[in-house]
């Protein structure tokens, strides 16, 4: 941890680093170096082999065959075990510069427990994951204990689940290896002294929950988790290591400083902007701020900020980089397991939020700015002109990939047989051309932030020296986006054009150049991809760790009571109300963030709470989409990082700064409460993470950016509100209501349903003849109460029914519902199987004495536009804006 008033080195900045995302261990013992980093560098070839080529070469290569996810897991697993004893000393005093024996042991236990699901991937699949479990007959007395029968791959599997949480440990601190083995002592005991009488269970035997734990490949370590980490994760990372090695995290903080390092405060806007860019491309927020800090930093403070404040702008702006797709911090590719929904459509809806909130932390530093009346670096610019030019940037490079996408449509219409191949050297030809544009120019070099004159990067000598390493950024939405491949397959074509370039443009440089040895800039190259296919290896060996460990949580919330009736409780704390449970289920995450990391809180919180939140919100009639709610749980466990007394991005910052970690965290802490406000507003507004908008069509598009814009101005203004400062320092009433303004922007329906109710009630007799009289594209409400089946108390449920296009007369046997007409109103048998709403309702008893009845018809009513209340908003922010004009003393942009 940083000390208060000390800056560290920068040798002690990347062992910050390294303890922390890739292990702090470094063996002076060459042949000890080379065997860690060979393992990392198959590992590495490893993951790319089953991205794509074994399902390309497998058929063509006798006696090779396909793995699936039964085997690569496990070797994922192998491989991050061995890793992380080799890397990850266990305790601060451990030394460094060697392995001790001990910790070779234990990496080849741990790894060879996890190599023997793989290698008897078989033999398990007929014995332990069909609940048979191997037997060995013994004639055993151990103190006085006799023992029979002997399961050894019970005992495989007790040692891997140790030996996993002792890596975990390791690798993440001591939270995550504590709740996990809480839930484990959970599973097994289900009742004591220590157990709530709500989630009290019968308790599982000991080879049941290794059985479950150890070797079955939907739930506990080797479940879903670690299958998104072995799946999509590794690549990403793996992409990201290669863009850093490759020299483009240089070129985005230089792009960032061109861009924005004049403006008042620049050094601070440049920083978010740079996280922002470095976030594309990294999931970890200690090494953002690491990278980027230890230059921005050091400016910030230079212009005027405080140590604390330089400190927590730059935490702010890159735990925001976990939200900013496509890698999202892992999270992206588990909530497209969780969810059930898209890698794209995961995009799709955490974009928006991303943006807005990177918008606002720029406004934030800029009023930051204007209250200490701070200079800029050099001549100042206006940050409304910068506004405009990325503006203007954002529209042309959208239709030249719009053109792009066209032409290429065009030449698969008119020669299909040649189209791939014109397009690859279409590529080849852009890469050339970018490559000979970067060689006209110097590389650009790390600059030193505590010069005593610094000159500031200018856009038009930047942005030439690095336009190729946009390509596979370019490729990797290319295949997302527009061929609709997986996100494994997209970002296996990103990673293999980020190999091409790393080996290529060390060598193109200098024969362009005419200067420097091509063989010797060749081996540089390969070298340089050598290393960063080491470093995409070692970064991920505590997310593999982290997944597997977390995967222990899901099994035991699958195999037992404790996740149906630990969200009864929470639903009993908040008295039914959805707003208390959302601020029960943030503080939730919150205080896990104390301790797990990000992806590891998303996946324990989200387990638990997600599905309450849409099933508490329906009992209220408010119908949330699962997508919101897993992003909800995700943004509160972002805070992970920041807040204190463990959050590790700030402790990093403040060793770059000097400043003191806490007040860094609490600081960091009130420039994210955009990001902890944005969670209540989509759900209550999903509309704000695009939920229900075509983007395929016209209309759709521009319905996106209406909210886009209307929700950044909403933003701001929430911004200016909590900063205390507008055109100038506001009064309170001022504040509020510029809070007021931006809740009004952002959730307009709030003010309309207390004039107008959203939908008109009939009685549930006339479901049929509503559904039956709504035209399509209409959305239909119906209410269901009946005895729960687990509990048999009475419960209710609001569902949405979207009206298609199915005939009328059809639609009613569409839904799966099985009406029973009564005199005192309408019973439902239980719904056909395989219907739409089968699974919702499940969890009703229909053959209990009390039935399930349709209680209520909710039809769309017709009601005036709900964007009538931003006049009285807009009015509002005017009367505001004319009282401080009045104190304003320099111009707010």
């Known amino acids: ?91 601060k005093s451990s030394p460094r510069d060697r392995v001790p024996l001990l910790d070779w042991v234990l990496a080849f236990v741990a790894a060879g427990s996890a190599f023997y699901v793989f290698w008897f991937s078989r033999e398990i699949s007929n014995t332990a994951r069909q609940g048979r479990l191997i037997q060995w007959q013994a004639d055993w007395n151990i103190l006085g204990w006799q023992i029979d029968v002997i399961y050894p791959q019970v005992i495989i599997g007790s040692v891997g689940l140790v030996l996993l949480l002792e890596a975990s440990r390791r690798a993440l601190g001591p939270a995550l290896t504590i709740v996990g083995s809480l839930f484990l002592a ?81 050094p601070a806007k440049a920083a978010v902007v740079g996280s922002a860019a470095t976030g594309l491309i990294s999931g970890s927020s200690i090494a953002n701020v690491v990278t980027t800090g230890t230059f921005t930093i050091p400016l910030m403070k230079r212009v005027g900020f405080s140590s604390e404040k330089a400190g927590a702008v730059e935490v702010s702006s890159s735990v925001n980089g976990q939200i900013m797709p496509p890698v999202m911090g892992a999270a ?59 503006f203007v940037g954002f529209v042309i490079a959208g239709l030249a990939f719009y053109a792009v996408v066209a032409g290429v449509n065009g030449l698969r219409t008119v020669a299909p047989g040649i189209s791939d191949a014109v397009t690859l050297a279409a590529v080849l030809a852009v890469y050339l051309g970018a490559i000979y544009v970067a060689a006209q120019r110097a590389d650009l070099e790390m600059d030193d932030p505590h010069a005593e004159e610094i000159r500031m990067p200018v856009m038009k000598e930047v942005v030439p020296t690095g336009l190729h390493f946009l390509l596979p950024i370019l490729v990797l939405i290319w295949y997302l986006m527009i061929e609709r491949q997986s996100p494994a397959k997209s970002a296996f074509f990103a990673v293999a054009m980020m190999l091409f370039i790393i080996i290529t443009q060390r060598p193109l440089k200098a024969l362009l150049r005419r200067s420097g040895d091509m063989m010797e800039q060749a081996r540089a190259g390969f070298n340089d991809l050598i290393e960063g296919l080491i470093a995409g290896a070692r970064n991920m060996i505590g997310i593999g760790v982290a997944t597997a460990a977390a995967g222990i949580i899901v099994g035991t919330v699958t195999r037992t009571p404790i996740g149906t009736e630990l969200a009864g409780l929470v639903e009993f704390l908040a008295l039914g109300n959805l707003f208390l449970m959302l601020l029960l289920v943030g503080v939730f995450s919150l205080i896990l963030g104390l301790g797990l990391p990000t992806t590891a809180n998303y996946i324990v919180v989200s387990s638990l709470m997600a599905s309450v939140v849409v099933s508490l919100g329906a009992q209220e009639g408010l119908l949330i989409p699962l997508i919101a709610a897993h992003l909800f749980v995700f943004y509160f466990g972002l805070m992970a990082d920041v807040t204190p007394p463990v959050g590790l991005a700030s402790f990093a910052a403040s060793a ?57 101005i909403a933003m701001l203004l929430f911004a200016a509100a909590t900063q205390g400062y507008f055109l100038a320092r506001s009064r309170w009433h001022e504040s509020a209501a510029l809070l007021l303004v931006a809740f009004t922007l952002f959730v307009p329906n709030f003010w309309l349903d207390r004039v107008q109710p959203e939908f008109d009630r009939v009685a549930g007799a006339e479901f049929e003849q509503v559904l039956r009289d709504l035209p399509a594209g209409s959305n239909l409400r119906v209410e269901i109460e009946g005895p729960d089946f687990a509990t ?19 639609r009613l046997n569409a839904t799966g519902f099985l009406l029973m007409p009564g005199d005192d109103g309408v019973a439902l048998d239980e719904p056909m199987f395989g219907t739409p709403y089968q699974t919702a309702l499940q969890d009703f008893d229909f053959y209990a004495a009390d039935p399930v009845e349709l209680v209520a018809v909710l039809r769309p009513a017709d009601r005036m536009p709900a964007h009538v209340f931003f006049i009285p908003a807009l009015l509002l922010l ?6 401080q004009r009045r104190r304003q003393t320099q111009p707010a942009f």
């Not at 080195?9 to 922390?20: G, K, R």
């Not at 005017?878 to 009282?883: H, S, T, Y």
């Open 332 to 390: 992206a590719f588990l909530m497209v397991e969780f969810v059930g929904i898209s890698y794209l459509e995961v995009i799709k809806h955490a974009f928006i939020p991303a943006v807005i909130s990177y918008i606002a932390l720029v406004y934030i530093v800029h009023l930051e700015a204007l209250k200490s009346g701070m200079k800029a670096l050099g001549p100042s610019r206006s940050l409304t002109q910068m506004f405009l030019k990325v």
């Open 878 to 883: 005017l009367g505001v804006i004319l009282l």
């Open 186 to 266: 959970y599973s097994y005991f289900g009742t004591g002294w220590l157990i709530p009488e709500l989630i009290e269970h019968s308790g599982r035997s000991f080879n049941g929950i290794i059985n479950t734990q150890w070797y079955d490949t939907n739930v506990g370590v080797f479940g879903i988790p670690l299958g998104v980490s072995t799946a999509f994760v590794f690549l990403f990372v793996l992409f990201g290591s290669l863009l850093d090695k490759a020299g483009a995290g240089n070129y985005f903080i230089k792009m960032a400083f061109a861009g924005l390092g004049h403006l008042r405060g620049g």
């Open 792 to 810: 048999g108390q009475m419960r209710s449920l609001t569902l949405s029914l979207p009206v298609d296009d199915t005939p009328p007369e059809q």
């Open 656 to 712: 770059v700064s000097g400043g003191d970690p806490i007040q860094t965290g609490f600081q960091a802490f009130f420039y994210s409460l955009r990001t902890l406000a944005l969670p209540f507003l989509f759900i209550y507004n999903p509309t704000l993470i695009l939920y229900g908008v075509d983007l395929g069509t016209t209309a759709g598009i521009l319905h996106a950016a209406f909210i886009f814009v209307v929700a950044t």
């Open 1 to 91: 941890m940083a000390e208060q008033g000390r800056s560290f080195s920068d040798s002690e900045l990347q062992d910050l680093v390294a303890s922390t995302d890739s292990g702090a261990r470094n063996p002076k013992n060459r042949a000890v170096a080379l065997l860690i980093s060979a393992v990392a560098l198959v590992w590495s070839l490893f993951q790319l082999w089953i991205a794509d080529p074994q399902f390309a070469l497998a058929p063509k290569i006798p006696g090779l065959s396909i793995i699936g996810s039964d085997q690569t897991r496990p070797l994922h697993l192998t491989f991050a075990l061995f890793l992380a004893f080799l890397a990850y000393p266990a305790f």
